[in-house]
């Protein structure tokens, strides 16, 4: 136990040094009095995320059969077995925009009914990522991230004759603001952390031969607050140090390992190219993000709808999308299953080191509501039948996981972001074609 007796550090503490800022986790000493006593009193942080699965489901793979909270995990939700208290499980949710590859995504967050009709109109609705950080992000640096692990295209058709606007992002400022996903490790930890370089080759390389990282910056105000707090403190402000500067050297070597000539603009480029290593390097960005409280909203689209990416390295070669149009053959069907539970493996990595993070009298994914799955269910038919959706996290005390509900009246997925938004104390009477709230709370669908 730490018992702090002396002055509380700030909540928002910051270290400057040379263009760099960096936030600092919640420690016990942030707490005026008895680090125990205020941390029980401290209303914990609530945190959303969306966590976007492209070209929908093996659906045979997916499909639980019990209800309630005795339900057998199909092969695709396996992986997910050490979360199953923190899961709740909703099946039966309609999408409200059913246009190929552009609705799914389109639709996700928005519960829109239909977007543009043509590669140039680009049309949609705020989303509820968005809802959410004009309110929670008035308490935060950043008001929202939005990233991906594909660069965003803006331009031409890539679906149904539909803007490829659609297929490459899921969250919407406005009817007319379709937000970028960003893609680009280093973009995100100088969105975080700041930072004045350049994609310029000679800026790039000066960049390279001084070797300054953000803690090489802030190094002497860091060691202030070392003595300024308590052993247990001194343990934690170590170790997110350490997380820091583990993933600054994992985007140098990134960058190190590309020597191809870059466009100029304002952050120089450092995504891996291998996919495991891209996506855990954007996954411990987000932990930093929420960890220093610096944004409370995060939307991640694991791959833009219509992905090809292969997956050769679990026995997939065949590109990921065309396999999803299957056309119901077991086989491949079966095979995209492999995609399917090989990326709820990789998200229940993610999920363990939320839990392993400490926050406040709990952790990381005991504050957070984690909104996973994906805009359609058979690809096949871009089916929006009976999507495939979880919820997980604690959600603040505010969500009981451990159950599966299925519904039996159809009720659009927009009547799930309703009520999500009240699990943030933000109400709101409809999101694009809801008709009500669904009932989450209760031992079991309607």
Known sequence: M????????????????????????LLDSMFPALSVVGRAAANPVHRFQTFYMPNGMAMPYWDVKDEGSNFELSPILEPLAPFRNQMLMLSGLYATWVIAHAGAAGSFLTGITRGGRNETEILADVSVDQLLARELGKQTQLASLELSLDATQNAGACTANLSCVYTHTISWRGPKQPLPMEYNPRAVFERLFGDSGSTARAARDARMQQRKSILDAVTERLADVRREVGQQDQLKVDEYAESVRDVERRIQMAEAQSDLELPIMDQPQGAPQVFEDHLALMLDLQILAFRTDLTRVITFMLSKEQSARPYPQIGVPEAHHPLSHHNNDPEKVEKLSKINRYHTGLFAKYLEKLRATPDGDGSLLDHMTILFGAGISNSTSHSGANLPVLLLGGGAGRLKGGRHLRYSDRPWMANLLVTLMDKFDLRVDKIGRSTGRLPIDTLSGV
Do not use: E, Y
Request: avoid cysteine; proline fraction near 8%.
């Open 2 to 25: 730490s018992i702090i007796t002396g002055r509380a550090l700030p909540r928002r503490t910051v270290l400057r040094g040379l263009g760099t800022t960096l936030a600092l986790p």
